[in-house]
């Protein structure tokens, strides 16, 4: 467990970042429009960079690409979890009618549009992760071609 302590930890900064983000659109009032969300996709991919870099940096000798490639998953799901939580929280207790302002803007039939809501954010956030995780550990990984042959 504590070899996942500094990712844990990058994860939940980086949900903090979305959260002040979602916050901050919501003060102006933009937090319905679709296309600010993907910013959570820039502060997401910056926190898994830096969680895989200082993991790197930690442990240069014993790093290859499996426990980078962890490390940029536990820090997106770490992440992902805790905002989709305030997510369902704030859409649910704190702006009680954000779901269905959300739902004039995006769908018809807003019995079901709740639980996919939640779902989508979360869905969203962890394919996020999968994929800047993959494609950061193209620039961490070591290559086998750069071994100096001997003349």
Same mark, same amino acid.
């Given at each position: ?20 983000? #979602? ?62 939580? #305030? ?17 004039? &803007? ?19 956030? #962890? ?23 001997? &003349?």
């Amino acid at each position: 467990m504590k070899e996942f302590a500094l990712p844990i930890r990058f994860g939940i900064a980086t949900s903090g970042c979305l959260i002040a983000y #979602f916050l901050i659109l919501s003060l102006f009032n933009l937090h319905t429009i679709i296309y600010y969300s993907l910013f959570n996709g820039v502060i997401t991919g910056f926190g898994i960079y830096e969680s895989i870099k200082y993991f790197k940096y930690r442990d240069d000798k014993g790093f290859n690409y499996g426990k980078g490639f962890i490390a940029g998953i536990i820090t997106g799901a770490v992440a992902t979890l805790i905002f989709t939580i #305030f997510f369902a929280f704030y859409s649910t207790e704190l702006n009680v009618g954000f779901l269905e302002e959300l739902s004039k &803007v995006w769908a018809k039939d807003f019995e079901n549009f709740e639980g996919i809501v939640f779902a989508t954010v979360a869905i969203m956030g #962890f394919a996020t992760t999968l994929v800047l995780t993959l494609a950061f550990m193209q620039l961490f990984k070591s290559s086998n071609n750069l071994k100096k042959k001997s &003349v």
